[in-house]
């Protein structure tokens, strides 16, 4: 099983950038999609960004196109999410997760087996 953990979130200022990172515990993402979510009080959880085991593919949601950029770098074993002029309606937990399964540009949580526990990120105005 692998075990998924996020870091990176913080309290910033609207317009500010913030980069997260994804990494799983004790063994490889190389095998898997990343996908990141984040989920707002009161909110559905949103997918917002994925890329494809090689890297070599990403899909992004309409709220953040443009101002968010997924990648990774398979030999630090590390899926970023750099955030880019943050709004506040960007405040919310969020999480990486790894498919062993195809993955779509609709980023849905069904596809994705392997969860971490979060990280909050709060823009404040």
């Known amino acids: 099983q692998v075990q998924v953990v996020e870091s990176g979130g913080g309290l910033v200022q609207a317009g500010d950038s913030l980069s997260l990172t994804c990494t799983a515990s004790?063994?490889?993402?190389?095998?898997?999609?990343v996908g990141w979510f984040r989920q707002a009080p009161g909110k559905e959880r949103e997918g917002i960004a994925c890329?494809?085991?090689?890297?070599?593919?990403?899909y992004y949601a309409d709220s953040v196109k443009g101002r968010f950029t997924i990648s990774r770098d398979k030999a630090k074993n590390i899926v970023y999410l750099d955030m880019n002029i943050l709004k506040t309606e960007d405040t919310a937990m969020y999480y990486c997760?790894?498919?062993?399964?195809?993955?779509?540009?609709?980023?849905?949580?069904?596809?994705?087996?392997?969860w971490g526990q979060g990280t909050q990120v709060t823009v404040s105005s």
């Open positions: 004790g063994q490889s993402l190389d095998d898997y999609a």
């Open positions: 890329v494809t085991w090689s890297g070599k593919v990403t």
């Open positions: 997760a790894a498919a062993d399964g195809a993955v779509t540009s609709a980023i849905l949580s069904d596809e994705y087996n392997y």
